[in-house]
């Protein structure tokens, strides 16, 4: 009888010694998942002439991302290629696009030359929505083309973004898509072109 308690008395003290080392290696494992499951949640923040190089590099696709848009444009007529043409060429607008960006959105890019991370941007975002006050049906079909067409350089934008592997500073509700949404500059460059556009279609629809 004291070989078997003996034993038993042995094999207690072995569960209560292994015990807490199992609890803290648990512990450990949830630990580390946690911290990789952090870790993958952030990206190393663009720097500003990184974001700016992105946006230098993707505007010059604005025309094109204009054509690829050109159904909108249906509704004023069958000539989409030739009102797709009525929007001015800017070359001084990617200027005002980074400018935009960095005034209007605080901490967009890093100036700092240390690497900085932040959490993973949302840039499929729906940017605030302003009242449209014009009923107008043609409003509606020049807004849905300027919209594509934003969203369409947006991409080639973040794509610029992850091929130098960083990220930046998007605000909830925010989309770089439409940025005219709350940039009081580029908005009135906007409405300004959008209404030699339609003066050009209306030119083009009587005497084309």
Not at 96 to 120: A, E, M, R
Request: net charge negative.
């Amino acid at each position: 009888m004291k070989i078997i308690f003996y034993i038993y008395c042995f094999l207690m003290i072995q569960i209560a010694a292994a015990a807490p080392t199992k609890i803290f290696e648990n512990y450990e494992g949830l630990d580390q998942t946690n911290l990789i499951n952090e870790k993958s949640q952030k990206i190393r923040q663009c720097t500003c002439s990184e974001a700016d190089e992105c946006v230098s590099e993707a505007y010059p696709s604005l025309k094109e991302c204009r054509k690829s848009c050109k159904s909108y444009l249906e509704y004023f007529g069958a000539k989409t290629n030739d009102y797709v043409e009525c929007w001015p060429s800017n070359p001084a607008g990617k200027d005002l696009l980074i400018s935009c960006l960095k005034k209007n959105i605080d901490g967009f890019c890093t100036t700092n030359s240390s690497i900085s991370y932040i959490d993973k941007p949302e840039y499929n975002q729906t940017a605030i929505e302003e009242e449209d006050e014009s009923n107008f049906e043609m409003a509606k079909h020049f807004k849905a083309f300027h919209y594509c067409a934003g969203a369409c350089l947006k991409e080639k934008i973040v794509a610029c973004y992850e091929r130098k592997s960083c990220g930046v500073l998007i605000p909830q509700n925010y989309d770089i898509g439409k940025p005219a949404n709350f940039c009081e500059d580029l908005k009135s460059t906007v409405v300004s072109n959008t209404f030699k556009a339609y003066a050009c279609i209306a030119f083009s629809q009587f005497f084309g």
